[in-house]
Antibody
Framework: QVTLKESGPVLVKPTETLTLTCTVS??????????VSWIRQPPGKALEWLAH???????SYSTSLKSRLTISKDTSKSQVVLTMTNMDPVDTATYYC???????????????WGQGTTVTVSS | SYVLTQPPSVSVAPGQTARITCGGN??????VHWYQQKPGQAPVLVVY???DRPSGIPERFSGSNSGNTATLTISRVEAGDEADYYC????????????FGGGTKLTVL
């Protein structure tokens, strides 16, 4: 059974750095056909893609947030870590990680999602 | 950056067919994925690669994609289909960034 679980602080202060961890099971981060994305959703708003990483360390970041984001993985721990610097109240959201299958034809839809973790930015 | 446009809301009576559109420049050249999100829950993939269904998703959910519009069609709509629906693509012109539409609230009357 494939699962992903997000973990991290519930509350961060403005200007602080947020570190979120996605722990996966049921598949390996060394699998060439799998990647992991981070997505967030502010309260009452739409989904926003943030970043992804694949087994070959290929990474991509949202253009609007690129300067603040870093994604990395620890294959031995089955973890993908996202850091976001200079947090602001507008970054208050539920943060999800999700698995991305990749076939020969291209990257597919995100087929398994974590339950999400809610982060509030407030002093 | 690539933009996906969805109607904010769609309403349909039970048993009828709901169609949710996703507009984008030449979206027909991209693979479109659709997600269903119910209140307080994580999104669920319901259609991938324009028209394929993950295992466990009812055949009532189908997708199409051509020109500048992709469409998610839900046949014989049930009360349990009431949810937010998002389309999504990977933008190959921008380092394969993910792009979501703004979401459509499906209301079952």
């Amino acid at each position: 059974q494939v699962t992903l679980k997000e973990s991290g602080p519930v509350l961060v202060k403005p200007t602080e750095t947020l570190t979120l961890t996605c722990t996966v099971s049921g598949f390996s981060l060394s699998n060439a056909r799998m990647g992991v994305s981070w997505i967030r959703q502010p309260p009452g708003k739409a989904l926003e893609w943030l970043a992804h990483i694949f087994s070959n360390d290929e990474k991509s970041y949202s253009t609007s947030l690129k300067s603040r984001l870093t994604i990395s993985k620890d294959t031995s721990k089955s973890q993908v870590v996202l850091t976001m610097t200079n947090m602001d109240p507008v970054d208050t959201a539920t943060y999800y990680c999700a698995r991305i299958p990749r076939a020969a034809a291209g990257t597919s839809g995100m087929d398994v999602w974590g339950q999400g973790t809610t982060v509030t930015v407030s002093s | 950056s690539y933009v996906l446009t969805q109607p904010p809301s769609v309403s349909v009576a039970p048993g009828q067919t709901a169609r949710i559109t996703c507009g984008g420049n030449n979206i027909g050249s991209k693979s479109v994925h659709w997600y269903q999100q119910k209140p307080g829950q994580a999104p669920v993939l319901v259609v991938y690669d324009d028209s394929d269904r993950p295992s466990g998703i009812p055949e009532r959910f189908s997708g199409s994609n051509s020109g500048n519009t992709a469409t998610l069609t839900i046949s014989r709509v049930e009360a349990g289909d009431e949810a937010d629906y998002y389309c999504q693509v990977w933008d190959s012109s921008s380092d394969h960034q993910g792009v979501f539409g703004g979401g459509t609230k499906l209301t079952v009357l």
